[in-house]
Protein backbone atom coordinates (compact mmCIF):
# COMPACT_ATOMS: atom_id res chain seq x y z
CA UNK A 1 0.00 0.00 0.00
CA UNK A 2 2.55 2.20 0.92
CA UNK A 3 4.36 1.72 -2.54
CA UNK A 4 1.15 2.46 -4.26
CA UNK A 5 1.06 6.04 -2.38
CA UNK A 6 4.26 7.10 -3.31
CA UNK A 7 3.96 5.92 -6.88
CA UNK A 8 0.50 8.19 -7.28
CA UNK A 9 3.09 10.93 -4.85
CA UNK A 10 5.65 10.72 -7.76
CA UNK A 11 2.99 10.67 -10.56
CA UNK A 12 1.42 14.09 -9.28
CA UNK A 13 4.51 15.31 -8.72
CA UNK A 14 5.70 14.84 -11.89
CA UNK A 15 2.24 15.93 -13.49
CA UNK A 16 2.77 19.41 -11.57
CA UNK A 17 6.22 19.67 -12.67
CA UNK A 18 5.34 18.69 -16.70
CA UNK A 19 2.93 21.66 -16.23
CA UNK A 20 5.55 24.32 -15.19
CA UNK A 21 7.46 23.40 -17.99
CA UNK A 22 4.90 23.68 -20.35
CA UNK A 23 3.66 26.82 -19.06
CA UNK A 24 7.15 28.88 -18.53
CA UNK A 25 8.18 27.19 -22.01
CA UNK A 26 5.43 28.72 -23.35
CA UNK A 27 5.79 32.25 -22.02
CA UNK A 28 9.45 32.70 -23.10
CA UNK A 29 8.41 31.36 -26.44
CA UNK A 30 5.55 34.10 -26.29
CA UNK A 31 8.77 36.57 -25.53
CA UNK A 32 10.66 35.31 -28.40
CA UNK A 33 8.00 35.87 -30.65
CA UNK A 34 7.47 39.42 -29.12
CA UNK A 35 11.02 40.76 -30.18
CA UNK A 36 10.80 39.02 -33.15
CA UNK A 37 7.59 41.00 -34.42
CA UNK A 38 8.83 44.20 -33.00
CA UNK A 39 12.45 43.40 -35.59
CA UNK A 40 10.13 42.81 -37.96
CA UNK A 41 7.84 45.40 -37.81
CA UNK A 42 10.82 48.47 -37.95
CA UNK A 43 12.74 46.37 -40.29
CA UNK A 44 9.50 46.95 -42.55
CA UNK A 45 8.70 50.35 -41.77
CA UNK A 46 12.49 50.58 -42.24
CA UNK A 47 12.86 49.19 -45.68
CA UNK A 48 9.39 50.44 -47.15
CA UNK A 49 10.90 53.92 -46.27
CA UNK A 50 13.86 53.22 -47.86
CA UNK A 51 13.54 51.62 -50.80
CA UNK A 52 12.93 54.38 -53.05
CA UNK A 53 15.93 56.29 -51.82
CA UNK A 54 18.79 53.83 -51.73
CA UNK A 55 21.15 53.98 -54.85
CA UNK A 56 24.68 54.59 -56.16
CA UNK A 57 24.21 58.55 -55.96
CA UNK A 58 23.21 58.25 -51.97
CA UNK A 59 26.34 56.38 -51.01
CA UNK A 60 28.21 58.76 -53.32
CA UNK A 61 26.40 62.10 -52.50
CA UNK A 62 27.71 64.13 -49.82
CA UNK A 63 24.89 65.96 -47.44
CA UNK A 64 22.54 68.53 -48.64
CA UNK A 65 19.80 70.55 -48.07
CA UNK A 66 17.40 68.91 -50.94
CA UNK A 67 16.41 65.73 -49.56
CA UNK A 68 16.76 64.34 -53.42
CA UNK A 69 20.64 65.25 -53.72
CA UNK A 70 21.39 64.20 -49.79
CA UNK A 71 23.92 61.68 -49.42
CA UNK A 72 25.43 59.35 -46.87
CA UNK A 73 29.21 59.55 -48.05
CA UNK A 74 30.62 61.68 -45.49
CA UNK A 75 29.31 59.50 -42.94
CA UNK A 76 29.92 56.11 -44.35
CA UNK A 77 33.75 57.30 -44.80
CA UNK A 78 33.80 59.59 -40.80
CA UNK A 79 32.72 55.94 -39.59
CA UNK A 80 35.15 53.81 -41.22
CA UNK A 81 38.20 56.84 -40.35
CA UNK A 82 36.46 56.25 -36.41
CA UNK A 83 37.34 52.66 -36.65
CA UNK A 84 40.66 52.98 -37.42
CA UNK A 85 41.07 54.80 -34.26
CA UNK A 86 38.78 52.78 -31.95
CA UNK A 87 39.49 49.05 -33.11
CA UNK A 88 43.50 49.14 -32.44
CA UNK A 89 43.60 51.20 -29.56
CA UNK A 90 40.46 49.18 -27.45
CA UNK A 91 41.41 45.87 -28.63
CA UNK A 92 45.23 46.44 -27.63
CA UNK A 93 44.42 48.07 -24.30
CA UNK A 94 41.59 45.90 -23.75
CA UNK A 95 43.08 42.44 -24.47
CA UNK A 96 46.30 43.50 -22.75
CA UNK A 97 44.57 44.43 -19.31
CA UNK A 98 42.58 40.81 -19.34
CA UNK A 99 45.65 39.11 -20.45
CA UNK A 100 47.47 40.47 -17.03
CA UNK A 101 44.58 40.81 -15.06
CA UNK A 102 43.61 36.88 -15.62
CA UNK A 103 47.45 35.48 -16.45
CA UNK A 104 50.08 37.39 -14.32
CA UNK A 105 48.41 39.88 -11.29
CA UNK A 106 48.15 38.21 -7.93
CA UNK A 107 44.51 37.83 -6.50
CA UNK A 108 44.28 40.58 -4.01
CA UNK A 109 42.48 43.77 -3.07
CA UNK A 110 43.70 45.45 -5.75
CA UNK A 111 43.23 43.74 -8.53
CA UNK A 112 39.65 43.08 -6.99
CA UNK A 113 39.56 46.86 -6.96
CA UNK A 114 40.26 47.47 -10.41
CA UNK A 115 37.90 44.56 -11.62
CA UNK A 116 35.49 46.09 -9.66
CA UNK A 117 35.61 49.49 -11.42
CA UNK A 118 36.10 47.99 -14.53
CA UNK A 119 32.43 46.12 -14.14
CA UNK A 120 31.36 49.11 -13.27
CA UNK A 121 32.65 51.36 -15.90
CA UNK A 122 30.63 49.06 -18.47
CA UNK A 123 27.40 49.93 -17.02
CA UNK A 124 28.30 53.92 -17.05
CA UNK A 125 26.17 56.10 -19.48
CA UNK A 126 28.02 56.78 -22.64
CA UNK A 127 27.41 60.73 -22.42
CA UNK A 128 29.93 60.46 -19.44
CA UNK A 129 32.30 59.45 -21.48
CA UNK A 130 32.02 62.07 -23.86
CA UNK A 131 32.10 64.70 -21.23
CA UNK A 132 35.70 63.01 -20.30
CA UNK A 133 36.79 63.15 -23.90
CA UNK A 134 35.87 66.71 -24.07
CA UNK A 135 37.95 67.70 -20.89
CA UNK A 136 41.03 65.40 -21.69
CA UNK A 137 41.74 65.39 -25.37
CA UNK A 138 39.57 67.87 -27.04
CA UNK A 139 40.84 70.81 -24.00
CA UNK A 140 43.40 69.30 -22.18
CA UNK A 141 45.32 67.97 -25.37
CA UNK A 142 44.38 70.72 -27.87
CA UNK A 143 42.92 67.79 -30.47
CA UNK A 144 40.19 69.88 -31.33
CA UNK A 145 37.01 68.17 -32.80
CA UNK A 146 38.96 65.53 -34.96
CA UNK A 147 38.70 62.03 -35.30
CA UNK A 148 41.64 61.08 -32.72
CA UNK A 149 39.57 62.97 -30.36
CA UNK A 150 36.53 61.24 -31.20
CA UNK A 151 38.48 57.67 -31.63
CA UNK A 152 40.35 58.14 -28.05
CA UNK A 153 36.73 58.82 -26.71
CA UNK A 154 34.33 55.89 -28.37
CA UNK A 155 37.59 53.52 -26.97
CA UNK A 156 37.50 54.59 -23.45
CA UNK A 157 33.56 53.98 -24.24
CA UNK A 158 33.68 50.50 -25.65
CA UNK A 159 37.04 49.47 -23.69
CA UNK A 160 35.47 47.76 -20.31
CA UNK A 161 33.12 45.60 -22.56
CA UNK A 162 36.28 44.05 -24.39
CA UNK A 163 38.02 43.90 -21.15
CA UNK A 164 35.51 42.15 -19.56
CA UNK A 165 34.96 40.03 -22.34
CA UNK A 166 38.05 39.02 -22.96
CA UNK A 167 39.07 37.53 -19.44
CA UNK A 168 35.65 35.55 -19.61
CA UNK A 169 37.61 34.15 -22.68
CA UNK A 170 40.57 33.47 -21.21
CA UNK A 171 39.10 32.09 -17.76
CA UNK A 172 37.15 29.66 -20.32
CA UNK A 173 40.45 27.74 -21.46
CA UNK A 174 41.11 24.65 -19.79
CA UNK A 175 44.02 24.59 -17.22
CA UNK A 176 45.47 21.83 -18.67
CA UNK A 177 46.28 23.37 -22.29
CA UNK A 178 48.33 25.45 -20.11
CA UNK A 179 49.54 22.39 -17.78
CA UNK A 180 50.82 20.71 -21.10
CA UNK A 181 52.32 23.67 -22.47
CA UNK A 182 54.85 24.36 -19.32
CA UNK A 183 55.69 20.38 -19.06
CA UNK A 184 56.79 20.71 -23.05
CA UNK A 185 58.87 23.69 -21.75
CA UNK A 186 57.41 26.66 -22.53
CA UNK A 187 57.80 29.96 -21.04
CA UNK A 188 54.58 31.71 -19.57
CA UNK A 189 54.13 34.20 -22.42
CA UNK A 190 54.98 31.55 -25.33
CA UNK A 191 52.13 29.90 -23.15
CA UNK A 192 49.69 32.89 -23.82
CA UNK A 193 50.19 33.75 -27.24
CA UNK A 194 50.90 30.59 -28.43
CA UNK A 195 47.99 28.37 -26.84
CA UNK A 196 45.69 30.67 -24.95
CA UNK A 197 45.22 33.79 -26.79
CA UNK A 198 44.33 31.19 -29.78
CA UNK A 199 41.61 28.94 -27.91
CA UNK A 200 40.60 32.68 -26.48
CA UNK A 201 40.32 34.06 -29.90
CA UNK A 202 36.29 33.25 -30.59
CA UNK A 203 35.09 34.92 -27.76
CA UNK A 204 37.59 37.92 -27.46
CA UNK A 205 35.89 38.54 -31.22
CA UNK A 206 32.52 38.05 -30.13
CA UNK A 207 32.98 40.91 -27.48
CA UNK A 208 35.25 43.13 -29.68
CA UNK A 209 32.49 42.84 -32.52
CA UNK A 210 29.56 43.74 -29.92
CA UNK A 211 31.49 46.84 -28.33
CA UNK A 212 32.98 47.92 -31.52
CA UNK A 213 28.77 47.92 -33.00
CA UNK A 214 27.88 49.90 -30.15
CA UNK A 215 30.80 52.71 -30.55
CA UNK A 216 29.67 52.69 -34.45
CA UNK A 217 26.20 53.11 -33.26
CA UNK A 218 26.70 55.65 -30.85
CA UNK A 219 25.44 59.28 -31.25
CA UNK A 220 25.53 61.14 -27.62
CA UNK A 221 29.57 61.01 -27.11
CA UNK A 222 29.73 62.68 -30.61
CA UNK A 223 27.41 65.21 -29.77
CA UNK A 224 29.10 65.89 -26.68
CA UNK A 225 32.67 66.16 -28.36
CA UNK A 226 30.51 68.95 -31.14
CA UNK A 227 30.87 66.65 -33.95
CA UNK A 228 29.63 68.39 -36.99
CA UNK A 229 26.39 66.71 -38.17
CA UNK A 230 26.60 68.32 -41.54
CA UNK A 231 30.10 68.23 -43.38
CA UNK A 232 30.29 68.39 -47.39
CA UNK A 233 34.27 67.31 -47.75
CA UNK A 234 36.40 64.21 -46.41
CA UNK A 235 38.74 63.90 -43.83
CA UNK A 236 42.44 63.67 -45.23
CA UNK A 237 43.90 62.61 -41.65
CA UNK A 238 43.44 61.98 -38.16
CA UNK A 239 43.28 65.00 -37.10
CA UNK A 240 40.52 66.45 -39.78
CA UNK A 241 36.95 66.91 -39.00
CA UNK A 242 34.48 64.68 -39.61
CA UNK A 243 30.93 63.61 -39.37
CA UNK A 244 29.60 59.71 -38.82
CA UNK A 245 26.59 58.17 -39.99
CA UNK A 246 24.68 58.30 -36.64
CA UNK A 247 24.95 62.41 -36.54
CA UNK A 248 24.22 62.16 -40.08
CA UNK A 249 20.74 60.15 -39.53
CA UNK A 250 19.70 62.44 -36.62
CA UNK A 251 20.31 65.29 -38.88
CA UNK A 252 18.11 64.05 -41.04
CA UNK A 253 15.43 62.99 -38.42
CA UNK A 254 15.24 66.20 -37.04
CA UNK A 255 14.71 67.93 -40.72
CA UNK A 256 11.12 69.53 -40.94
CA UNK A 257 10.31 68.25 -44.66
CA UNK A 258 9.00 64.80 -44.36
CA UNK A 259 11.51 63.78 -47.77
CA UNK A 260 14.09 63.57 -45.09
CA UNK A 261 12.65 60.84 -43.32
CA UNK A 262 12.92 58.63 -45.96
CA UNK A 263 16.63 59.78 -46.14
CA UNK A 264 17.21 58.90 -42.87
CA UNK A 265 15.62 55.38 -43.24
CA UNK A 266 18.11 54.69 -45.94
CA UNK A 267 20.68 55.52 -43.82
CA UNK A 268 19.82 53.26 -41.17
CA UNK A 269 19.62 50.61 -43.80
CA UNK A 270 23.03 51.36 -44.82
CA UNK A 271 24.60 51.52 -41.06
CA UNK A 272 22.68 47.95 -40.39
CA UNK A 273 24.38 46.98 -43.39
CA UNK A 274 27.66 47.83 -42.05
CA UNK A 275 26.91 46.35 -39.00
CA UNK A 276 25.72 43.28 -40.20
CA UNK A 277 29.10 43.30 -42.24
CA UNK A 278 31.20 43.62 -39.16
CA UNK A 279 29.33 40.34 -37.15
CA UNK A 280 29.98 38.55 -40.11
CA UNK A 281 33.39 38.79 -40.16
CA UNK A 282 33.62 38.25 -36.64
CA UNK A 283 31.52 35.03 -37.12
CA UNK A 284 33.45 33.78 -40.24
CA UNK A 285 36.88 34.45 -37.94
CA UNK A 286 35.41 32.66 -34.85
CA UNK A 287 33.97 29.53 -37.06
CA UNK A 288 37.40 29.00 -38.24
CA UNK A 289 39.33 29.03 -35.29
CA UNK A 290 36.95 26.92 -33.35
CA UNK A 291 37.29 24.46 -35.97
CA UNK A 292 41.11 24.52 -34.74
CA UNK A 293 41.28 24.75 -31.21
Not at 266 to 285: D, E, P
Amino acid sequence: MGKLIDKQRVVQHMNGRLLRNNVLKFLFFLATLFGLIVLIVLLYRILTQAIGWLNLDFLNNFPSRRPENAGIKAGLVGSLWLMVIVAPVSLILGVGTAIYLEEYAKKNRFTDFIQTNISNLAGVPSIVFGLLGLTIFVRELNLGRSILAAGLTMSLLVLPVIVVAAQEAIRAVPNQLREASYGMGATKWQTIYRIVLPAAIPGILTGSILALSRAIGETAPLVVLGIPTFLAYLPRGILDTFTVMPMQIYNWTSRPQADFQNVAAAGIVVLLVVLIFMNSIAIFIRNKFQKRY
